[in-house]
């Protein structure tokens, strides 16, 4: 199949995803986006053209893929005629249903990964989930995904959000931890690749471990010494230490609730 | 050298360290435990002898290595006549001087990793941080750890209890949103699995670029509507809500500090 595919925004998803599927086949006819850098830089990749007007969105696409932060989505499809044709969005919270009053012909392709346009990343391992408004829109959509991954499934929009939220938490705030880790090193003047093999088991480790089973730390024995003593340390992190606090006795609560 | 290592403590730590110290040559005379079960294992795992019994601790070995938890260390130590052998503890957090009333030769052997004792580690890459009284204990402890591996460092306590806070942000607490978001699929029949490739990314992504950079998702977009919506979706699970809500302010605000 070689089809028209419109991609609404330029962001870090739509980089990669329309990189890959433009490797494998398929044509990107037009970049969308409200940042007018954004849509130049990733058009000039795909070797196609842009715009950052919605009035000046091709209508002869076959698919358009929406890659847009989820709080802009109503402003910019309602002002876009989609003529029924086949519009697809990339949202893990977004339901289905998001997209009924802009096309009779709706479905929902989720990559469940973390993108930076600056990283390369292997789609072949990145699970895909799949949802649409009717069996022949699913077919495509499972036949599109296949062509970039080993991993599609179908799924509904409200395990799609749990999965989501649940990414939120195994992804971004794991992230912000990283992130609060390098910043208390910082202040000590110590590199943050001395955490590098650490961060790298903690991941690995739950790759066979059931995260329950993991734990290890102050918090999971319960010693109080270290606890306080490291809330101390860190007081001047105001935040830093309330978040300290706070996940310490999640953990020994969720581990309590386990005995 | 063939020294005579005593252990103190049969835990996570203790028996990788153990086990790795003894494939390299060294001889692992006792190991002393609280818990029997714990002291038992570990030795016919060495094949060597143990106590429960703080007098019935041998005074022939060269090196006492102490991996207690912290908080019942004075307990153990106090028991003992170390005769001033260099004594040596695995801590982060407890400074070097909390040995100094227990013998006149004292160092910190400090592995920077999570151990459980189902899941073998390769120490090759473990950093290991390196704390002693005296130049002579702190080139015999360097000399052993080079042993078992490439990366040794000295440290002092004040900064070393920095980095052990810092792992418990990158470790302990990132392993328990692991567990957070296992427990989130599990209630909608997700099986966790599909979260694997986005744990691994995640933590591939600071290999190569500064966690404040690699931040996505919803806080740092500050997209509110998901994060409501999120919020009301695990209203259920009160602890995981208070969490979420708290660490996307923390995000937000931290990348607010850096524009």
Known sequence: ??????????????????????????????????????????????????????????????VYIVALKDAVFDEVLSQIDFRNKLLVHCSGSMPLSALTEYSGNIGV???????????????????????????????????????ITDSVSIMNSEKRKFLHISAVFACNFVNH???????????????????KPLILETAQKVMEIPPQ???????????????????????????????YNSISKSIFEHHQNLK
Chains 1, 2 share one sequence.
Do not use: W
Request: charged letters at 25%.
């Open 177 to 195: 931890f990283y992130a609060i880790a390098a910043e208390l090193l910082k202040s000590k003047d110590i590199p943050f690749d001395v955490l």
């Open 1 to 62: 199949m070689s089809l028209n595919l419109c991609f609404l925004g330029a962001g870090n998803l739509a980089t990669h995803l329309s990189k890959v599927l433009q490797e494998r086949g398929f044509h990107i006819s037009q970049v969308y986006s409200r940042s007018e850098k954004s849509a130049k830089d990733l058009a000039q990749k795909l070797d196609t053209s842009y715009t950052t007007f919605t009035n000046q969105i091709n209508n002869d696409a076959d």
């Open 109 to 147: 392709f989720y990559p469940l990964q973390t993108f930076s346009k600056s990283r390369e990343v292997d789609f072949k391992s990145i699970p895909v989930f799949i949802e649409a408004n009717s069996k022949n829109n699913e077919d495509f959509l499972v036949e599109l995904a296949q062509k």
């Open 213 to 243: 089973e993991a734990q290890t730390g102050p918090a999971v024995r319960f010693d109080e010494n270290i606890i306080s003593d490291h809330l101390n340390e860190i007081s001047d992190f105001k935040n830093y230490a309330e978040l």
